[in-house]
């Protein structure tokens, strides 16, 4: 049976609460994993693999944080800022996810901003559709 977008939301939050050690109500749709919940990028493995329990499929760690590969590529990436290339990568990549913002200003260190809890539930909700 399909799940509901709030039973992903839910579930998510979970996987957040358990992986993070934050509370549940700190873990709202618009809250950024590494500005608001402090996420760490050695945090990311681990809430896969969490993520990867909870629903029951594989998930690409690539897939849902393509980041850390096209950081070190300079068609991507060039004086802190991403290139026009890099963002037609990035939403490619991560169709899962709002880029409207990051594209007004793209810079490199408000990246950790588009991880936001939303995108993981896009994600898992076009994944068990």
């Not at 760490?40 to 493995?45: A, K, N, T, W």
């Not at 681990?46 to 760690?61: C, M, N, P, S, T």
């Not at 096209?70 to 290339?85: H, L, R």
């Amino acid at each position: 049976m399909a799940k509901s977008r709030d039973e992903i939301f839910k579930e998510v939050q979970a996987v957040l609460v358990d992986a993070l050690g934050v509370d549940e109500e700190e873990v709202k749709p618009e809250s950024t994993l590494m500005g608001d919940l402090g996420a760490e990028s050695i945090d990311f493995l681990d809430i896969v693999f969490r993520l990867e329990k909870a629903f029951g499929f594989k998930i690409a760690r690539e897939e849902l944080f393509p980041i850390e590969t096209m950081m070190s590529n300079p068609e991507f990436v060039k004086d802190g800022k991403m290139t026009a290339k890099g963002i037609a990568e990035i939403k490619a990549k991560m169709p899962h996810t709002d880029l409207s913002a990051f594209e007004k200003n793209p810079d490199m260190n408000k990246l950790g901003d588009l991880f936001t809890v939303s995108s993981i539930v896009n994600y898992i909700e076009t994944k068990i559709k």
